[in-house]
């Protein structure tokens, strides 16, 4: 749970620009944390600008181009914690609270409101909203962080969502297992998801670092009960975003059966745009990617469009067509030209 006195604690490990961070950014973005993320953060420069304010956050010219909620989740509500914007599937929103506030969050804008947990009144609207719509398929809980909803209120927002029939996946997206995966093991979260037929978890490891033997005994949890895990990672510019680091991270996700599912560039919000990366920097990653690893261990690399026009997957372009033939590269760049279909047209 949240460190209490956090910041006199580590104040004599940072640095005086940090320092001066702390001070200037917290008052308009909280600091929260976990005594185990705390000290991971300690020990990986990755982590620790992660977890820690920068200046950057509050730098008026460089956040003057994010908005507070580029991705107009706000706008495409039918419910107060649904958006619907895909034709099937739906994000349901649970709660603002995170035990790990980090600093490249994308809706940042909920750290300004008041602690909100979703209401059982709130879950009967969610629940209406889905069953009149039978073209959403697919429901994902998210938050802050939803497995810190009372566990009685998960359950039966899952349990009712599954008896739904036109619902065939719920998905939860959860970052305690790499933030605070002391909690993951002692609550009854897995008593909750053993009892699903249609829960994915998708978690959130952004570098190698993060991996840790705590926090993939978490993961080893969730899987005992039947759980298929994905990964989602964010671009973060001076944190993963080399090519070299996210080999290794992905390398490392699938030894512990952790399938890489999204590489977000880091959307333009507001307090968040010092960790934004050129599109063009994913999609070279991704290319480079491509030669050294299984296509399994490769995420799909997304730009969500800003103004709520929804994720836009961005590979690197690996065949031209000319005529009836294709032109196609091979994982270590060798061209090679092969029919559009057998036999050829015109033979």
Not at 95 to 112: D, E, S
Request: hydrophobic share 35%; with cysteine; glycine share 4%.
């Amino acid at each position: 749970m949240p460190v209490a006195g956090s910041l006199s604690r580590i104040f004599p490990f940072l640095s005086g620009e940090e320092k001066e961070a702390f001070r200037q950014v917290t008052p308009i973005y909280p600091f929260s944390t976990t005594d185990y993320y705390l000290d991971l953060a300690l020990r990986s420069k990755a982590v620790r600008k992660m977890l820690f304010p920068s200046l950057e956050e509050i730098d008026p010219v460089l956040q003057s181009f994010g908005e507070d909620d580029p991705l107009r989740e706000e706008e495409h509500k039918k419910t107060s914690y649904l958006t619907h914007r895909y034709p099937d599937r739906v994000l349901v929103v649970v709660t603002n609270y995170c035990p790990v506030l980090c600093r490249f969050c994308m809706r940042k804008r909920n750290w300004l409101k008041p602690r909100f947990f979703i209401t059982e009144e709130e879950i009967e609207n969610v629940l209406r909203y889905v069953s009149a719509n039978e073209t959403v398929r697919d429901v994902l809980i998210s938050g802050g962080d939803p497995f810190y909803l009372e566990l009685e209120r998960l359950e039966y927002l899952i349990s009712s969502l599954e008896k739904i029939p036109h619902v065939e996946i719920v998905r939860i997206g959860t970052r305690s297992p790499v933030t605070d995966p002391e909690w993951v093991l002692k609550s009854d979260i897995c008593e909750v998801l053993k009892e699903t037929s249609k829960v994915w978890v998708n978690v959130h490891y952004n570098h190698p670092d993060e991996i840790t033997e705590l926090s993939t005994s978490a993961v080893r949890e969730l899987q005992k009960c039947g759980i298929p895990i994905n990964n989602q990672t964010v671009l973060l510019k001076g944190i993963n975003d080399s090519a070299d680091i996210l080999e290794n991270l992905f390398r490392k996700l699938q030894s512990i059966r952790v399938r890489p599912y999204y590489l977000f560039r880091c959307d333009p919000v507001k307090g968040v745009l010092h960790f934004s990366t050129p599109i063009s920097k994913g999609i070279e990653i991704i290319r480079t990617l491509f030669r050294r690893i299984s296509p399994l261990a490769i995420p799909y690399y997304a730009v969500d469009v800003p103004g709520g026009l929804g994720k836009v997957p961005l590979m690197p372009e690996r065949y031209r067509k000319e005529g009836d033939k294709f032109v196609l590269e091979t994982f270590n760049g060798r061209k090679v030209i092969m029919e559009d279909e057998f036999p050829p047209k015109g033979e």
